[in-house]
């Protein structure tokens, strides 16, 4: 029997209709998360855009929902190189999911945009699980930056600072797993308009398989469906053990996302 929910040509993702759907209110929510606390959310040309020098992440700066012909997606792209490099960024990125037009990979290459990761979206479909983690405080901070910046390879300093803004917005839900006197990981998330995001499961190496990245995953949905949201999701690399520990946590694979990034570097002079 068919799930009706599904797309027939790939039965794992949703079909088109609804992934378009959710990929707009998940869009949303991530240009909403990106923008706190002193971002802008706007439009260049045919893209939804979010921009934001105090976020050191490419959630805060990046561009989504290229919607248009094959010339306005073109001149989109163009447009959105100044504009990231008018706030400092040496890359521009745009994540294209089913709100982007189908042509973009040939558009983004004619541009010199190149596709740099490829990731599903993810939607939890599981009862809430009790979770044995606590809430993340003021004095987490130092450990958390720690955690996320040998993750991402960022400066902790600045992630610290960043990550001292969103655990001031009631927006933002953190839940952490002490190990000792020190972190053992932390999970963030975002809610917006009924839709939370998981963005951040971070597990210290030593403590890996242990369950915790799952107590991590249980309590940060727990408390951005106490905040309010319907829906909850999350972005992960397509394929692999972050595909499978999704699956093992409750999710569902939505619809594929490809991040195109191009260097503005030069522009910057």
Known sequence: MVDPLRDPDDPELLDPYRSRELAGLVEAARLASGAVRYGKVGRVGCARVVVNRDNPLPLGNHACALDGSSAEVAGTLLRLEQ?????????????????TVAEIEGIADDAGWYAVEESLAVVHRGPVRASTVRVAADADLAGMAGLLADDLGADPARLARHLGQRLDDPRCAFVAVDDGDRLAGFAAGFVEHGVGLVEHVVVRPARRRRGVGS???????????????????????????????????????????????????????
């Open 215 to 269: 107590a991590l995953v249980n309590g940060v949905v727990a408390a951005l469906r106490d905040a309010g949201a319907l829906l909850v999701a999350a972005h992960v690399a397509e394929g692999g053990g972050g595909e499978r520990f999704a699956e093992a946590c409750d999710f569902d694979a939505g619809y594929p996302v490809t991040a195109y990034a191009r260097r503005v570097d030069e522009l910057l002079d």
């Open 83 to 99: 504009t990231f490099a008018d706030v400092g960024r040496a890359e521009a990125v745009v994540y294209a999911s089913p709100t």
